[in-house]
């Protein structure tokens, strides 16, 4: 068992990552029945929070199934970041998660998420005013350093440990790499090794296979592993996984039927969620993603973005699954358009 704080998981454990725009409580839903651990709520502003932004506010929604779950915050100040753990402490989470790994250039210019990874002691501060305003356990998400001059991520665990938080995942790129090149593993894996690290630490990047989680899990010693872009229109591949860890064999792919209709539970967790309209104009970018491989899927994604009722993308979607029934897609790990994309996925 890996444990934070009371929080107990399964050996290396499976983490979703927080995805702006895309890990909702719709999608959250369809990874965890296909055996996310853990997951965390898109990264909630601070500043948003306390003036009571209702898309900051709409973020601290979840349910009892997605337990064991996380709500991130990000902020640059100190005051605001502790009143936003507050916040998060009364809708009963099982963990505030702390964001100092977004790269994108809004955040980073309010002196937040990665932008922090340049002044550790600041980090420290934002952190242990957190620590000391929640009575829940406190993990980090981050990055390996700012730049390829500057990767300090040995020294921010140590010293993040120190003022008491429970957990740290780290996203194997520096801030200046964005989301390009290959993820470096090796300080991860540094981190992990240190005798004086007794906490969970978890690795981020570059994970879209069986093979490599297991590769990655026996070559770097990590507790376990969080995956982000790999399962956007892909929630098999937590229990892929799983399967091949305990195994050392592939499970067979989702057919077009499975896939269906997890796009089909998505759409009408979408709706129900967020209303019709909204449900259904948010679900548009995932369609592609799921039908991924199929024959003439241009033709139905163009039908499905342009519906506006769930009658009608359950039409749409019954037709392919009766057209194509039997039918076994390939499996394909190829990189995210960019309007696939998650604004920040750290």
């Not at 829940?136 to 003022?163: F, Y």
């Not at 957990?167 to 300080?187: C, P, V």
């Not at 057919?255 to 104009?281: D, N, P």
């Amino acid at each position: 068992m890996v444990q934070i704080a009371n929080i107990l998981l399964p050996d290396f454990p499976l983490l979703l990552a927080p995805m702006e725009d895309v890990s909702d409580p719709p999608f959250r839903f369809v990874c965890k029945q296909n055996g996310a651990d853990l997951m965390y709520s898109e990264f909630i502003s601070s500043e948003g929070l306390i003036r009571d932004a209702i898309k900051s506010r709409q973020k601290l929604d979840f349910t009892e199934f997605e337990r064991p779950f996380g709500i991130q915050i990000f902020g640059g100040d100190e005051e605001a970041m502790a009143l936003s753990a507050k916040i998060v402490d009364t809708v009963q989470p099982d963990l505030v998660d702390i964001n100092f790994g977004c790269p994108v250039k809004k955040v980073v210019s309010k002196g937040a998420g990665a932008a922090v990874l340049k002044d550790v002691d600041a980090m420290v501060r934002l952190t242990a005013a957190v620590v000391k305003s929640t009575s829940l356990p406190v993990t980090v998400k981050t990055r390996l350093g700012w730049d390829d001059s500057s990767k300090n991520i040995e020294e921010v665990a140590e010293r993040l440990q120190d003022v008491g938080i429970k957990a740290l995942t780290i996203h194997g790129r520096t801030r200046a790499q964005l989301y390009k090149g290959e993820a470096d593993w090796s300080l991860i894996a540094a981190v992990k090794n240190n005798p004086r690290i007794h906490i969970p630490i978890f690795g981020n990047g570059d994970i879209d296979t069986p093979q490599k989680a297991l590769d990655y899990k026996n070559r770097y010693g990590v507790d376990g592993v969080m995956i982000g872009r790999a399962a956007i229109g892909y929630p098999w591949i937590f229990r892929e996984i799983k399967h091949y860890l305990q195994t050392g064999n592939m499970l067979p792919l989702p057919s077009v039927e499975e896939r269906v209709e997890i796009c089909r539970t998505h759409a009408h967790k979408s709706v129900e969620w967020k209303g019709e309209v909204l449900g259904i104009l948010e679900m548009r970018r995932h369609y592609s993603n799921y039908l991924k491989g199929l024959p003439h899927v241009k033709e139905y994604r163009t039908r499905l973005v342009t519906v506006k009722s769930l009658p009608e993308v359950d039409g749409i979607l019954n037709e392919i699954k009766e057209k194509f029934t039997g039918i076994v897609l390939e499996r394909q790990v190829i990189p995210l358009s960019e309007d696939q994309l998650p604004a920040c996925a750290c």
